[in-house]
T-cell receptor, first 111, second 114 residues
Framework: AQSVSQHNHHVILSEAASLELGCNYS??????LFWYVQYPGQHLQLLLK??????LVKGIKGFEAEFIKSKFSFNLRKPSVQWSDTAEYFC?????????FGAGTRLTVKP | NAGVTQTPKFQVLKTGQSMTLQCAQD?????MSWYRQDPGMGLRLIHY???????DQGEVPNGYNVSRSTTEDFPLRLLSAAPSQTSVYFC?????????????FGNGTRLTVT
């Protein structure tokens, strides 16, 4: 069955620290991969997406993600986080028609 | 540019009551869907629609009904609310159902069933 795993439930970082959030998926066919962000009290917004081509994709606000097909992974990175990055981050996979989401990782950035 | 609009933002129901969560989009999207968000479980698909008059079940459809009479509107009905339906509900749309279509989300409805 199709599934998405996010390894970290809650990550706490200080400003300027580097960020990497893990995402692994289980699906046998071709997939498209997404990261969404949900700021406190707001709806989910698309951060970045991977469809094909260069496995390193860049999104908004300095975020990037790397697709490693052999590892079924799509980890999210940011070299230097800011307090305003405090939010919940969801990895999502679409292997057919419908989007399947991971459980989310809550990121808290301390000023 | 409204995007996806959900009402109400908050709702408290007693067990057994019914209610309808409203969702409207102004982007002429074919695909609309309802998700529920629960702590530690991410978002799970309840129902979806690929166009007016066409709906189908998602991952967790029990206890919920939907209809799609117009392209713009996709209401979610709880016929007899249960405490297990306490959750945050998101409506989402995209131009088409498919792998390549990112979702546009509404602001959510926080529902508490006592």
């Amino acid at each position: 069955a199709q599934s998405v795993s996010q390894h970290n439930h809650h990550v706490i970082l200080s400003e300027a620290a580097s960020l990497e959030l893990g995402c692994n998926y289980s699906y046998g066919g071709t997939v498209n991969l997404f990261w969404y962000v949900q700021y406190p009290g707001q709806h989910l917004q698309l951060l970045l997406k991977y469809f094909s081509g260069d496995p390193l994709v860049k999104g908004i606000k300095g975020f990037e993600a790397e697709f490693i097909k052999s590892k079924f992974s799509f980890n999210l990175r940011k070299p230097s986080v800011q307090w305003s990055d405090t939010a919940e981050y969801f990895c999502a996979v679409n292997g057919g028609n419908d989007m399947r989401f991971g459980a989310g990782t809550r990121l808290t950035v301390k000023p | 540019n409204a995007g996806v609009t959900q009402t109400p933002k908050f709702q408290v129901l007693k067990t057994g009551q019914s209610m309808t969560l409203q969702c409207a989009q102004d982007m002429n999207h074919e695909y609309m869907s309802w998700y529920r968000q629960d702590p530690g479980m991410g978002l799970r698909l309840i129902h979806y629609s690929v166009g007016a008059g066409i709906t189908d079940q998602g991952e967790v459809p029990n206890g919920y009904n939907v209809s799609r009479s117009t392209t713009e509107d996709f209401p979610l009905r709880l016929l007899s609310a249960a405490p297990s339906q306490t959750s945050v509900y998101f409506c989402a749309s995209s131009y088409k159902r498919g792998q390549w279509a990112p979702l546009h989300f509404g602001n959510g409805t926080r529902l508490t069933v006592t």
